[in-house]
């Protein structure tokens, strides 16, 4: 068995308990216990949050998962896209707001509007136009916790855009998966998304960023916010560029005991 297999296999296996609570094999229970936490230690006076970009793949678990938190009385699930069906059957919860967007528009995080806790889950290195670092001063304006699991960059010391750099060289950082589509995009960067009103070069689906802690860590003590929880949870797929990395901030004024 090759090593790519091998870790699926054990990641896999790993999920495996998320089918007894209902999601599905790609739920990480990192950030299932993340979501306790949060709610539990950290900030236990929240009552609400939003949950940017949390369909994908996971058909919004976080988001239910928030639900069932004792003190949550107020839910937003916010995604350009819902499988079908997904969307009716959330819209039975009346604590939930399902928003059919892009969350890095400012009309967007208009309609959320202030919320106790905001997720940015596996979605900040696909930020552009507005970048990353902007998406987050957004919603620093309108939340007291900000809850982030992305995959960090470790190649080096200085955050990168990795669209900028050479097409095999971002290939060999972000791995060979969909290169065709990866080879389309490159070679349409300047070319108008006739869904997204924003370049090719810049849509959400591809990796935009290799983002450092280091820089992450100093955007957010400059928007306001002390870091109280910080885990390594590994190498991210079979990249030895990137690896899972989660943190907590909270509003300067609110800190708890860093975990």
Known sequence: MNTTIFRKFIKALGNTPNLLRGYNLYVNPDKLRLIEHVFAHVIPQAHSFADLG???????AYTRHSLKQPEVTQGLLVDTNYPQG???NLRKDSRLKCVV??????STAETIGPVDVVYFFDVLLHQAQPDWDEVLALYAKTTSCIVIYNQQFVRGDKTV???????EEYIALTSGHRYEFHKYVFEHKDEMHPEYNKRWGDIHNITQWGITDATLRSTMARLGFTEVYYANHGRFLDLPAFENHAF???????AHRKE
């Open 54 to 60: 949390g369909v994908w793949n996971v058909n919004a």
């Open 101 to 106: 967007g892009d969350f890095s528009l400012a």
């Open 86 to 88: 997904l969307l009716e």
């Open 161 to 167: 855009r990795l669209t900028d750099l050479p097409f």
């Open 248 to 254: 907590i901030f909270v509003k300067n004024g609110l």
